[in-house]
């Protein structure tokens, strides 16, 4: 058991180094016959500048009520203040095409949340980045612009990516398919 607190960084470190070192492996080879391929124009749109009116639009239409992100803010908090955060946001967004992460995503905590009342071990700590707030807007304004893409890339056959349809759809077609054969 360790209770120095030099022998407890120590234990940390090396835990968490270990867990999230990167782990070589073969990619397969995929060959790109028979798979739709999105056009420029498509693949322009997704790589374009985040816009004023996509951000505001985002963070006015997420529910505010939700609890915090790790970082402490949800959206209730943004929408509040974006009077005074727009521009500084804004300038953190316009970084992310410029292929370097900005600092400010980069110096950040990470806290470790209890999983269980009496620790035994390092893997019953929960790993959680203080900064989830800024990386929320980017992820959600990409997620949307795809969605406007996904349906010229994914097959008519792939149903449950298809808005209001299931994944058993297609379990139900392959049914009534073999029942008339």
């Known amino acids: 058991m360790v209770k120095k607190v030099y022998e407890i960084k ?3 470190s090396s835990y968490f180094e270990e867990h999230f070192k990167a782990r070589s492996w073969l990619r397969p080879r995929l060959s790109l016959a028979g798979f739709h391929v ?3 124009a498509q693949s322009a749109r997704l790589v374009v500048d985040f816009t004023k009116e996509e951000v505001c639009c985002l963070i006015r239409e997420s529910d505010g009520d939700k609890s915090p992100r790790p970082d402490g803010f949800n959206f209730a908090f943004l929408k509040r203040f974006w009077s005074l955060m727009k521009v500084d ?8 095409h410029t292929n370097k992460v900005p600092k400010a995503l980069l110096s950040y905590f990470v806290a470790l949340v209890l999983k269980v009342p009496c620790p035994q071990g390092m893997t019953v700590f929960r790993p959680i980045s203080l900064l989830g707030c800024l990386y929320k807007i980017i992820s959600k304004v990409l997620a949307n612009r795809f969605c406007g893409i996904l349906s010229s890339i994914i097959s008519k056959n792939q149903s449950v990516f298809i808005p209001g349809k299931h994944m058993l759809d297609s379990v139900l077609v392959a049914t009534e398919a073999i029942d008339y054969a």
């Open 10 to 12: 120590e234990v940390v």
């Open 89 to 96: 946001v804004m300038d953190l967004l316009a970084e992310f």
């Open 38 to 40: 999105l056009s420029n």
